[in-house]
């Protein structure tokens, strides 16, 4: 039985249509935590996809139009994973799920579904994952594909392994604590490690461009979570001003620590989520 506080049982959220997934959220490393404590796999630069073992959807609940032929790879169980197409195409794979008639697109044969948790199975993330890599060996050559948990002996070897993999065009890497629960909601059992901080934020406005981007958009007002507002205006390409996101919209950014008043320091525009 999974333990989820406050927040609505997994198979709730999934089938009540105006609901998103109850998903297991990272926080961040804080670069102080018992590595001995948890699995170590790589942070794929993809889509968060949820499969309960009929619909595949995203983080906000949204259904992915994937071919008939691809969700027919998948296992008779809930998972949680990744879609990924690989590195630098997270633009790709972002437009692929947003068109309605994409499962006729031959990108899908590019698509892998990358499985890292299996949120039903009762018990904690060992068990979970000794269970998965049982699942996952029914389906080697397909489309799902495992991500694979490795150990990590101190902090320096972490900081090499995530290096190596930013190096080869890599997002970071996870964290996932072996004995936690499937909580829904950000925990500190699941952390992200990655070069840069990064966060999102809902777009409300827009600043006018000045200067050589004279008539272009020039910076986002976006809302934080917290309810605070912020300009955010490098990070864009000049057809990205000149179309810029939607009001309304969520998008990543990345930043470097806060400012003295709490704001993110060096915000630069990373990508419109897709989910929304």
Same mark, same amino acid.
């Given at each position: ?40 796999? /790589? ?65 899908? !044969? ?32 397909? /489309? ?19 290096? !190596? ?63 605070? /507002? ?44 897709? /989910?929304?």
């Amino acid at each position: 039985m999974l333990v989820l506080g406050s927040f609505l049982p997994v198979w709730a959220a999934t089938h009540a249509k105006e609901l998103p997934p109850a998903l297991q959220l990272a926080k961040r490393y804080q670069g102080n935590e018992s590595l001995s404590l948890y699995g170590v796999s /790589e942070k794929f630069d993809g889509v968060r996809a949820f499969w309960d073992g009929v619909t595949l959807v995203t983080r906000s609940g949204r259904v992915i139009p994937a071919p008939d032929w691809f969700l027919a790879q998948l296992p008779d169980a809930t998972l949680d994973g990744e879609l990924w197409l690989g590195y630098g195409r997270f633009s790709e794979l972002s437009g692929l799920i947003r068109r309605k008639d994409s499962d006729t697109d031959s990108l899908w !044969q590019t698509v892998q579904y990358r499985v890292f948790d299996l949120p039903d199975v009762a018990g904690d993330f060992a068990t979970r994952y000794q269970q998965l890599v049982q699942l996952m060996r029914d389906y080697e050559g397909t /489309e799902c594909v495992l991500v694979e948990q490795q150990i990590v002996q101190d902090h320096a070897a972490l900081d090499a392994q995530m290096q !190596q993999v930013v190096a080869e065009g890599g997002e970071g890497l996870m964290l996932h604590r072996w004995d936690s629960l499937y909580f829904a909601g950000r925990s500190s059992d699941l952390l992200k490690v990655t070069p840069l901080q990064d966060d999102e934020a809902i777009v409300t406005g827009y600043e006018p461009g000045e200067g050589r981007l004279t008539g272009l958009m020039g910076a986002l007002r976006v809302r934080l979570t917290s309810g605070r /507002e912020f300009l955010l205006g490098t990070g864009f390409s000049d057809a990205q001003r000149a179309s810029p996101p939607d009001i309304g919209s969520r998008v990543r950014f990345t930043y470097r620590g806060l400012t003295a008043d709490g704001l993110p320091r060096f915000a630069s525009f990373d990508r419109v989520r897709p /989910e929304e």
